[in-house]
């Protein structure tokens, strides 16, 4: 007798997404997974949506129209109903690749892992623009903290890690999932996590994503979230903050408060690595400087030591104007 699959529960947040929520919907169904629990939590949308959800409500698990305090509150009501054994949520404008529950429930038989990560095709306009390398485990748990970049549509979790975890900071409007993952691995490390080069999610920037009109929100949120660690665990590094760019405290709960302090340090000094880096990239040189200037570079790798070096020369030799001609080289 074959082995029952685990339970997925799956978790739509949606406001007045009626162009795009039924491409999700048929994405999620049309997996024809034998222990689906889908749930549609939706914000009170006031187009087609509720229509759309009608049309399928047979076989949705449990779907509400209600107002909300926002995403993150939603994808909590949603989670708090949900009982499956393995859990994500899926955004009403993304959709699943074929078969991808399946794989995920695959993985997932090796009863050690927490965390399963494929990749995602990123569609704009109609077209596929560009593949993404899935959510980012490096070569130390530092680095990955300090980077915590998750994929997240296509990063799934065990019922073991969401019971560590606990709900979304409902504070948190662009970065949730973030600090979802930095408490993931500051709970469990990155050793049962199982990545995959599989492509499980489509998913779709258009106008009104978060992603595309959001940027200097999310990167102030992103800012207060480390800023707050570092506050949440009595660093010296929360007064660098404090002394560098404008920050506000964040209440966060949930995280180990027998956590390595060394790690949680040289996170953090490896998200100041990475800012710099990604200024440097934009052509902020200034901010990239500033952010240079805070790393210890004893608490990176020898080859992450090296660029930052070779970032700063480069930067002292090479102005922003030459840098722009020869990138278009």
């Known amino acids: 007798m074959p082995l029952k699959m685990k339970k997925i529960s799956i978790v739509t947040p949606t406001f007045n997404q009626g162009q795009f929520i039924e491409q999700t919907i048929d994405s999620v169904l049309s997996q024809n997974y034998p222990n689906l629990e889908y749930i549609i939590m939706d914000g009170g949308s006031t187009d087609n949506t509720l229509d759309i959800i009608r049309k399928y409500e047979k076989y949705i698990s449990y779907w509400e129209s209600t107002k ?53 095709n990123i569609w704009k306009q109609g077209n596929i623009v560009q593949q993404s390398s899935g959510t980012d485990v490096h070569e130390t748990l530092a680095k990955t903290i300090g980077g915590a970049r998750i994929d997240q549509p296509e990063t799934f979790f065990s019922r073991t890690a969401l019971q560590k975890m606990g709900l979304l900071n409902e504070q948190l409007h662009y970065v949730m999932d973030r600090e979802w993952w930095i408490r993931y691995l500051l709970y469990f490390g990155q050793n049962s996590i199982q990545k995959t080069s599989e492509t499980w999610v489509n998913f779709r920037i258009h106008d009104e994503s978060k992603t595309h009109t959001s940027q200097t929100k999310f990167k102030q949120e992103t800012w207060n979230l480390y800023y707050s660690i570092a506050v949440h665990y009595h660093l010296k590094e929360a007064a660098v903050f404090e002394q560098t760019f404008p920050a506000t405290t964040i209440n966060l709960f949930n995280l180990p408060e027998k956590a390595d302090m060394l790690l949680v340090q040289k996170s953090i000094h490896y998200f100041w690595y990475f800012q710099g880096c990604q200024c440097y990239a934009q052509n902020e040189y200034n901010i990239a400087q500033q952010f240079f200037r805070l790393v210890n570079p004893d608490f990176l790798v020898e080859k992450d030591k090296k660029e930052m070096e070779k970032i700063r020369f480069k930067m002292k030799m090479l102005p922003v104007f030459l840098k722009k001609i020869w990138n278009k080289r």
């Open 68 to 120: 909300d305090n926002g995403q993150s509150h939603a994808i909590n009501k949603g989670l708090q109903k949900s009982t499956g054994e393995i859990f994500n949520w899926l955004n009403s404008d993304d959709w699943y690749a074929e078969n991808t529950l399946h794989r995920v429930a695959s993985l997932f038989e090796d009863n050690t892992t927490t965390a399963v990560s494929g990749i995602s």
